[in-house]
């Protein structure tokens, strides 16, 4: 049963959906905090945000990452679980518009390491995301010290997550959701509080 579940959540046919479900989830939860941030003053800076919002779209970064960095799709998986891990642990540091893209490419990178035998290294992701690799870098390092280098993933939490998206997947459609951003994050274990060439793509990142 669990092998049948993660067949059907991280499937080559299904990885599309997911990571447009994925995107969705985590625009949502970047807009309610951008709205939320000016109640909230307490939240600080981090090494993740941008002096801009990047234009390229959570969708379309994610698909970028997902066709370039050729990582297993449960690599995915983990990395959602990671950001849901650093939100919790960071509470000053909710995920927003600001702040999203280095963060995913950042989870991606964290969890391709931990879980695929074979992985490109840090200036492949880089380029991929579109900074440098001595930002890179400091990235991964910050993103390790947020994590309280909490990188082990059982088997149960894995399936857990797998079993939230897969019913989110199923019950709606990626891109339409009646439910508010507070309500959609809580659901799916996300904290509230919780083809571009690349010169084209260094410009929509650039801060």
Do not use: W
């Not at 939860?29 to 959570?58: G, K, M, Y």
């Not at 894995?158 to 339409?176: A, D, F, G, I, K």
């Amino acid at each position: 049963m669990a092998d049948q579940l993660e067949a059907t959540t991280t499937s080559p046919e299904s990885m599309p959906r997911m990571i447009a479900f994925m995107s969705s989830v985590l625009e949502r939860v970047s807009e309610f905090n951008d709205l939320n941030r000016r109640f909230h003053p307490t939240q600080r800076l981090s090494v993740f945000h941008s002096l801009t919002t990047p234009t390229i779209s959570i969708h379309s970064y994610l698909q970028r990452i997902f066709k370039y960095a050729d990582c297993s799709p449960s690599c995915f998986i983990v990395a959602y679980v990671y950001l849901d891990r650093f939100t919790q642990m960071q509470p000053l540091l909710p995920i927003d518009s600001f702040n999203v893209h280095r963060l995913l490419i950042t989870s991606v990178l964290v969890s391709a390491k931990f879980m695929d035998d074979i992985y490109y290294n840090n200036a492949f992701y880089a380029r991929v995301g579109g900074i440098s690799t001595q930002e890179m870098n400091l990235l991964e390092v910050d993103f390790l010290f947020g994590l309280g280098f909490q990188m082990n993933v059982t088997p149960a939490t894995y399936y857990t997550y797998c079993s939230y998206l897969q019913r989110e997947m199923l019950l709606q459609s990626p891109l339409q959701f009646a439910d508010s951003p507070v309500d959609l994050a809580r659901r799916l274990k996300l904290h509230c509080s919780f083809d571009e060439d690349e010169s084209t793509h260094q410009k929509q990142l650039a801060v």
